[in-house]
Nanobody, 113 residues
Framework: QVQFVESGGGLVQPGGSLRLSCAAS????????VGWYRQAPGKQRELVAT???????DYADSAKGRFTISRENTKNTVYLQMYSLKPDDTAVYYC???????WGQGTLVTVSS
């Protein structure tokens, strides 16, 4: 089963940008849909964005217009480009296949001045 390792998080000021990467341990070519999720302190994990193998994307309302999900099958990697970051975007970000119970370590994004 493919495992995911997230990276690219860090501390950024409000209005800044970050690009998160999700590296898979194997081929993601045949994986129909991959999602980015996040979990803020004291809150439940929520879906941020998804992308299908055909490149169709979908976003949570909080991410529309600011985040872009993409995938590079040749590198077995899924990305989340985030712009205009807000303090409310502070969370641990994870990638996964929807419905899978196992989660990686995630990558922490902190938006603060």
């Amino acid at each position: 089963q493919v495992q995911f390792v997230e990276s690219g998080g860090g501390l950024v000021q409000p209005g800044g940008s970050l690009r998160l990467s999700c590296a898979a341990s194997g081929s993601i070519f045949s994986i129909y849909i991959v999602g980015w999720y996040r979990q803020a302190p004291g809150k439940q994990r929520e879906l941020v964005a998804t992308i299908t193998s055909g490149g169709r994307t979908d976003y949570a309302d909080s991410a529309k217009g600011r985040f872009t999900i993409s995938r590079e099958n040749t590198k077995n990697t899924v990305y989340l480009q985030m712009y205009s970051l807000k303090p409310d975007d502070t969370a641990v970000y994870y990638c996964n296949v929807p419905g899978r119970p196992d989660w990686g370590q995630g990558t922490l994004v902190t938006v603060s001045s």
